[in-house]
């Protein structure tokens, strides 16, 4: 069976420091991944998304980048966190071909809190 | 261009009573139509999905959705709430073949009362 994992579960870091956070797939080969974002009492933000090794695509500007340097591992990074930073990040997956029918399989999130 | 509302931030009911989380949208295609459901601190769990199969939808836990093109809506039912219901409700939109068209509602908090 498939399962996703993200770390840190929990993360506490500084404004202007760097960030690095990892999601990780088991069980399937060549998913498409997703990164979102979910600030306090709003809905997800997509974020990026990937549908092979190094082929990333952004959806918000913003301060954060993405890569999938493994078929199965997706990071979100930043070189200097902002404020507006902080809030829930999903990782997510779905069985390729890209279509409008995939359903998403969601990790367990990283609750990110920039001070 | 595409949007979803959901129409309640917020939906307290009894236990034992029936559930309705309204959700609209608005697609220039002809859309998949998503329910996740959140609990505190946890990643997304599919409920159920329509994509222009059968116009009623039956998910997991009990919960229906009926895809309703005159009306744009796909609002979310379930006939007794049961208190392990008490979540996070996110109706989402997805457009064919973009990723970039994944449209996430604002998210229904559903309350159950005992």
């Known amino acids: 069976s498939q399962t996703i994992h993200q770390w840190p579960a929990t993360l506490v870091q500084p404004v202007g420091s760097p960030l690095s956070l990892e999601c990780t797939v088991e069980g399937t080969s060549n998913p498409n991944l997703y990164w979102y974002r979910q600030a306090a009492g709003r809905g997800l933000q997509l974020l990026f998304y990937s549908v092979g090794i190094g082929q990333i695509s952004s959806e918000v500007p913003q301060n954060l980048s993405a890569s999938r340097p493994q078929d199965r591992q997706f990071i979100l990074s930043s070189k200097k966190l902002l404020l507006s930073d902080s809030g829930f990040y999903l990782c997510a997956w779905s069985v390729p071909p890209l279509g409008a029918s995939d359903t998403q399989y969601f990790g367990p999130g990283t609750r990110l809190t920039v001070l | 261009a595409q949007s979803v509302t959901q129409l309640d931030s917020h939906v307290s009911v009894s236990e034992g009573t029936p559930v309705l989380l309204r959700c609209n949208y608005s697609s220039s295609y002809s859309p998949s139509l998503f329910w996740y459901v959140q609990h505190p601190n946890k990643g997304l769990q599919l409920l159920l999905k329509y994509t222009s199969a059968a116009t009623l939808v039956k998910g997991i836990n009990g919960f229906e959705a009926e895809f309703k093109k005159s009306e744009t809506s796909f609002h979310l039912t379930k006939p007794s709430a049961h208190m392990s219901d008490a979540a996070e409700y996110f109706c989402?939109?997805?457009?064919?073949?973009?990723?970039?068209?994944?449209?996430f509602g604002s998210g229904t908090r559903l309350s159950i009362r005992p």
């Open positions: 989402v939109v997805r457009i064919y073949s973009s990723a970039s068209k994944i449209i």
